[in-house]
């Protein structure tokens, strides 16, 4: 075992090395002649909420008393959550409106000889971009990267004005937060005129194993001069060492303005295959090439795996059957908002890896690039899935008022964008459509189908599809997809297996208390390939999904009141703050190995209150031994356990003795009286007690506890750490019913971010310097500056101990 620690030390330490390095390559881009493919353009803009002047467009507006930012920038998230805000319960009662964003920026006389292009990784949504007061055209869907072409307007040798109008006026347009603004990274793209294009390079490993792999390069080169260009395209491909996995180089006779994709094919020995375990990236080089000049030079991460889906074995990745522990995630950041900062996109990743899942669904729109690298990079796969409606819309505003004209450039966008992640492994392309019953859907989802395969064909497609009558009516729509997705029906798999046993299943959304019984019919049907739970976190809007209420409350689904302040979803396995619920807990046990006991306390209503659950809630359950109103009154202690049996003690008295085997789905329930002290559950195997974990009788709260995620960030303004506040009594121990007030002040080149304390009740602003703990916790984000050095984080609070912790700050090296 020692050998085996240290054989995976090395190997995440060299992965770490290898991540590095292409960070660095990945935002360095190439430089030719002194000019970087690929820059950032987040720095520097100007913003004014509001309909400004159409003149905001032009280059001599005066926009000096707008506010100064970087980009991702949301600004819902920055507003007051209101019951009036026309978002409504959907969007989470935050502020949209309209929002102007301007940069100027200088251009070399040296790009005269180049082709510049502004590339948007999203925009939500309507966005108009103007260059020096031309506009370059309007993007509806607020979830798709695009680019313009800015050559033929720009000043060289002098300033130059980028406008953008975003509007998100329109309300409802969204069943979830969606967040207003330019919330993506922007680019400036130069390139020479004999170019690689924009998504031009496909990568694919269409045969593999241990021994060799076929890697499939197609490269689409664009000519736009008025002459024939000969040129050679070099691919070369890159292990994590830097080191020549193989190369293949062509000849290419370029028409004038014209494009051309040429297909390479090139053979890698004994490569290291791709996992979730083991998510080992190589690099892909594509260079064009004139009498030994680089004109182009492109970089592609990519990993080498083979994907398999079939009725008799599943989904089998590089030849072994495989099954989908998933959770399904909206696309915001908690107390961030929309803004896809990369180390929030990243952390999320992290989170989700921590709480046992090996797969997520990106409901219910493309995601950030910034989450697909970092599930590339982590080992997660991913459903990537396009659009929430088709041609009939769930809101006013939504897609389907834009479908018809643009669903062929939005699934373009994705499917061209995210091709080459080896984590992606399935297109979606919808989500309960609402004409899903009518014969007309069928043939949307051909046309949708074929396209994604016009330009993948090495990946299923599949929808999510739930029940609103006969569940046989939606035979025809699942025939036409590759893999049929159940939302909420899983049920009725082995029925279905019978009359169509050629179907392959997955449970594309799952209630969270059905834990057990998806995860019995996961295992025990090969076509079954697995279970996407709705959700693996909690998100913003969609309110008072996943509520659980005292009697005497407004009662109902989320749906059917108006339940504000809640503004969110509480139905995911992770809190806002990061914090595993106990169903995480309970979840991750049943599909994985690496944890086998678990101990929580139903939360215990005030006699004669009772709480009630809602569709998708799980019993309020939490990590406490501290009940100082129920004295002497029967609690329940809840043990998860994949050991036969399990002992529980109360100051180390014996309680009692029960079986947690399959037959009782791995869990017991003790009801005890309450009584102040120490807690242990212990897991026995062969009589033996094995493992055991505690929960301990918490004091009043006295200290205040800062963790933070990461010690040391980059100053490239972007860059941040998240801080856990936690409540303790004076002797260290968490006090897990702490409300106190928390101040926050920041000394140091760095800035709060965000506040949070995962209370989807509490409507305080997500931006500023003051939070209330919440079952004695709460988050602060600190994002660095463009300045070195020490970030202070100071947090304060009336009747405790303040506490402080240092962050440091790091130029790029």
Sequence with gaps: MKGLNSYKRQYFAKQIVFVFILFISFFSGYAQNGIERKQLFDYDWKFFLGDASAEAKANDFNDSGWRKLDLPHDWSIEGKVHPKNTTGPNGGYFPSGIGWYRKTFQVPDSWKAKKTAIYFEGVYMNSEVFINGKSLGVYPYGYSSFSYDLTPYLNFGKENVIAVRVDNSQQMNSRWYSGSGIYRHVWMMVTDPVHVANWGVAISTPEVSSKKATVLVKTKVKNETASVQSVVVKTLLWNRSFKSAGDDQMKVELPANSEKEITQTIEVSNPMLWTPETPYLYQGRVQVVKDKKILDDTKTNFGIRSIKFTAENGFQLNGKTVKINGGCVHHDNGCLGAAAFDRAEERKVELLKAGGFNAVRTSHNPPSEAFLDACDRLGLLVMDESFDCWKIGKTTYDYAKYFKEWWQRDLEAMVLRDRNHPSVFMWSIGNEIPERADPEAVETAKMLSAAVKKMDNTRPVTSAIVANGKWEVFDPLMAVHDVAGYNYNLHTAPDDHKRVPSRIIVQTESYPKDAFNNWKLVQENNYVIGDF?????????????????????????????????YHGAYCGDIDLIGWRKPISHYRSMLCNTNEKL???????????????????????????????????KTVQVEVYSKYPKVRLYLNDKLIGEQKTTKEEQFKAAFPIPYATGLLKAVGVENDKEIESTILQTAGDASKIKLI?????????????SFITIEMTDKDGTFQPNATNRLNFKIDGPGVIAGVDN???????????????????????VIKSNHQAGEIKLTVTSDQLEGNSISIRSTQNK
């Design 533 to 565: 739970v709705w959700t693996a976190m909690d998100y913003l809007g969609e309110s008072g999904i996943g509520r659980y209420y005292y009697s005497g409350e407004v009662p109902g689904q989320h749906w059917e009141n108006d339940f504000f302040p």
């Design 758 to 780: 995962a209370d989807l009740k509490d409507f305080e602003q997500y931006v500023g310097n003051t939070r209330k703990a919440w079952h004695g916790r709460a988050l602060i």
């Design 598 to 632: 678990y101990m929580a306390v139903r939360e215990p209503a005030p006699e004669p209150l009772e709480i009630k659950e809602t569709l998708w809630s799980v019993y309020p359950t939490w990590e406490s031994w501290t009940w100082p109103a129920f004295e002497g």
């Design 708 to 720: 933070a995620d990461r010690k040391e960030i980059l100053a490239n303004g972007q860059d941040l």
